[in-house]
């Protein structure tokens, strides 16, 4: 027993030696069986571009250039970005009332895009910071238009306000 234990020691400890102790570079593609490296034994992310022979990617360079033709071709709407601006005004609020609570007026406005255009983000900016205010801002079901409401809380004047639109065309995706 003592005897079998010895051998499998060495055994065991022999080829984890062999294994720990093989000079860099020394097994190769001559040294392995075929197929017996497969993409499933391989860490992910673990090659870069010059482990990779290029040349040996038949059709892949085909559907990397279709790919990249489809995302230029996306981002070549991008160059048609339209801005459309809306002015409104928000009407001066009432005075205030016995008790000298001041009301507020709120009033709103939307940026229509062209036909054919979506509504991808905008915004709205107001004439007077003081006594105005930004509701809210977002844009309308469909996407055709962004929308906003500003409130006013002078009783002395109307104030302006313009709602923006940014507006790109619309895609098929694909």
């Keep these: 027993m ?14 984890s030696y062999a294994v720990t102790r093989l000079p860099s570079g020394s097994v190769g593609s001559k040294q392995l069986k075929k197929n017996a490296v497969t993409g499933a034994k391989v860490k992910n992310r673990s090659l870069t571009v010059a482990d990779i022979k290029v040349a040996s ?46 009301a507020t007026v709120v009033a709103g406005a939307s940026a229509t895009c062209p036909p054919g255009m979506f509504a991808i983000g905008g915004g709205v900016g107001v004439d007077d910071n003081t006594n105005t205010s930004v509701v809210d801002s977002f844009p309308q079901p469909g996407g055709h238009a962004w929308s906003a409401r500003v409130d006013n809380n002078d009783p002395s004047a109307a104030h302006g306000f313009t709602v923006v639109a940014v507006c790109v065309p619309a895609v098929t995706a694909g």
Excluded: R
């Design 2 to 15: 003592v005897v079998a234990f010895i051998a499998l020691f060495v055994a065991i400890g022999g080829s």
């Design 57 to 102: 990617l038949a059709g892949v360079a085909s559907a990397v250039s279709a790919a990249s033709a489809t995302h230029a071709n996306a981002a070549a709407g991008l160059d048609k970005i339209t801005y459309v601006n809306a002015p409104s005004g928000v009407p001066a609020a009432p005075p205030p009332d016995a008790a000298g609570n001041q």
